[in-house]
């Protein structure tokens, strides 16, 4: 699959040619990042390779520049990923997962490792450790609150504490950090925020030490179980009220958001044994052992579908249910919603980007013509005058199958069936990767 092909060097590129017209809005820098292993260096799992973050910056209607940039992590630079008093050293990973921006500061994240701060021109600052307060990992789906600016987060590990829960305030300190207890190293790699409470995803992927060295050292385990954790973040020793779920495997969720009735509505792309098992091994990962669940429900097709799941805590009841049976995954939305209830989720299948309300239950999509894959879309709000939730433009990297060329998309969010708003040619073929943000400029003041 060419559009996976790492690419070998960094460059630079200015003027990019455009097609339709960008938005005069769209004043920022749209930013990528994905694994991307160095030349000549083979990487046994897809998730494994160095962070590589690429740019694009728009201006007044136009796109300015193109760059890529390894991040400089202790990794890249082949340090040790472990201290000479025997503990992991979290600067030495590959900040390769997410990029987001937060109290004036640009995160490369990895769920592994500290985050690496980069400049907006893509230049490595170092790995962040918030005033030596953070001495865990750092999860690479961090979600910011629409309302009070505080980042909640946590890490996680193979050794006690399994699993940590962190919050930044708005200027960017580190102010709360308490471990929650699970029973063993589980893969975790996303949760949930709501209004007042942390969703927990406490499920059976766990660490295989004799798989160290070799891939990535997860598999699932049916002995694990699976279950999801409801915690209030704003009682800083609030118990977690645990609900037992159908096994399954969740990377990414959509959004959550408490109801009129107090209960909490999770919505995410969930893989069942048999497609977790399938696009793990398409990913680089081990053949997971035959057991009772190997021959579990769903085509073993590698693909999630869209779940929700609504936990009562006061009843102590969970309920599950599909929302749409088409494979799909790197779910986004407004991040004015994040923790809120939000009407629209925007998804991606590989060739499409698809839409969904999930208020008046309709589904729309961008299907791009064969041959071409298409990443997460990030949805970037209108800001002038009143509007609507899905008043916005969504952005993605496309990358031909061929490995030939690349573009940076843009599609009206309000209309995603119609053409594309504007297309960016981009100086080369960017391989398929993982998370981004839009980060605006800032407002310019007199």
Known sequence: MSYLTPVPNEIDAVDLPVSGALPPELTGRYFRNGPNPLPGERSSHWFIGHGMVHGVRLRDGRAEWYRNRWVRTGKLAGRPNVRPDGRPDLAVASANTHVIEHAGRILALVENGLPHQITPDLDTVGAVDFEGRLTTAMTAHPKQDPVTGDLHFFGYG????????????????????????????????????????????????????????TT??????????????????????????????APCYVFHVGNAHEDDSGRIVLDAVRYSRADFTAV?????????PAGPAASAAASPDGAARLHRWTLDPAAGTVTEQPLDDRAVEFPTLDDERVGRAARYLYTSDDSAIVKYDLVGGGVSSHRLEPGIYVGEAVFVPAT???????????????????????QLLVLDAADLAAPPVAAVDLPRAVPAGFHGSWIADAPVTT
């Open 280 to 288: 793990w091994r398409m990913a680089g990962g081990a053949a997971n």
């Open 216 to 245: 990535m050292p997860y598999q699932w385990d049916d002995r694990y179980g699976a279950r999801l954790g409801v915690m209030r973040h704003d009682r800083p020793d609030a118990p977690v009220h645990w609900f037992d779920i």
């Open 384 to 406: 002038i005058g009143p509007r609507r939730e899905d008043d916005g433009w969504l952005l993605s990297i496309t990358t031909r199958h061929d490995g030939s060329a690349s």
């Open 158 to 213: 193979v050794r006690p504490p399994y699993l940590t829960y962190h919050r930044l305030d708005a200027s960017g300190a580190l102010v709360h950090s308490r471990e929650v207890t699970v029973p063993g190293g589980t893969m975790t790699h996303d949760f949930a925020v709501t209004e007042h409470h942390v969703v927990w995803l406490d499920l059976p992927v766990t660490f295989q030490p004799h798989l160290v060295g």
